[in-house]
């Protein structure tokens, strides 16, 4: 009787443990797909500009990211999650690898949870303005400038889904790593 309580207790053991290496080793590849979304985000939007010529040669009007401090913060946004997701893969891979890691993942849950902070602020910001975009605001007088700027203003609406997305894995990450905090 003794003998298979205990051998039902290692068994149950190993089953957290294998569970906890699958969500550490999905914690792996969303960070992956984090900084793929992220570093995707940052480049569209940095190098989003278009220049508009008219009859003459000698006026041209550009729309570039830079020109709205909006857009400049979700670059900057953008690239430094990306960099940060970076940093962690080496605790991702030491999850993997070590399956009581509490103190780790406390602080990765923590520094997560500030990233998606940064993601969220500059997303949304730059989803406003792009919105103006397309949409504009008569009763500020603001027109849409998407029908002039198509090129520009569909590139800086496509970095937003990357960034979007990141902000939908960076929660996963999140409940991941609070899962397999609580599992251990």
């Not at 985000?41 to 220049?51: E, I, L, N, P, R």
């Not at 894995?169 to 790593?177: A, D, T």
Request: proline share 1%; glycine share 6%; net charge positive.
């Amino acid at each position: 009787m003794k003998a298979v309580s205990i051998e039902s207790g290692e068994a149950s053991k190993a089953k957290v443990h294998g569970v906890n290496r699958g969500i550490s080793v999905f914690d792996l590849v969303l960070r992956i797909v984090a900084i793929v979304g992220t570093l995707a985000s940052s480049v569209a939007m940095g190098t989003a500009d278009q220049a508009l010529s008219f009859s003459t040669q000698i006026v041209n009007f550009e729309a570039q990211y830079d020109d709205i401090d909006a857009f400049k913060f979700f670059v900057i946004v953008n690239a430094i999650a990306c960099g940060y997701i970076a940093l962690t893969l080496p605790f991702s891979i030491f999850h993997i690898m070590k399956r009581r890691a509490g103190k780790s993942r406390v602080l990765l849950i923590l520094l997560d949870a500030i990233m998606l902070v940064f993601i969220t602020s500059g997303a949304s910001a730059a989803a406003t303005i792009v919105y103006l975009a397309h949409n504009g605001n008569t009763s500020t007088n603001w027109f849409s400038i998407c029908q002039q700027y198509t090129d520009f203003c569909q590139r800086s609406a496509g970095s937003l889904i990357g960034s979007f997305g990141a902000m939908a894995v960076m929660v996963l990450l999140i409940i991941l790593s609070a899962i397999a905090l609580s599992r251990s």
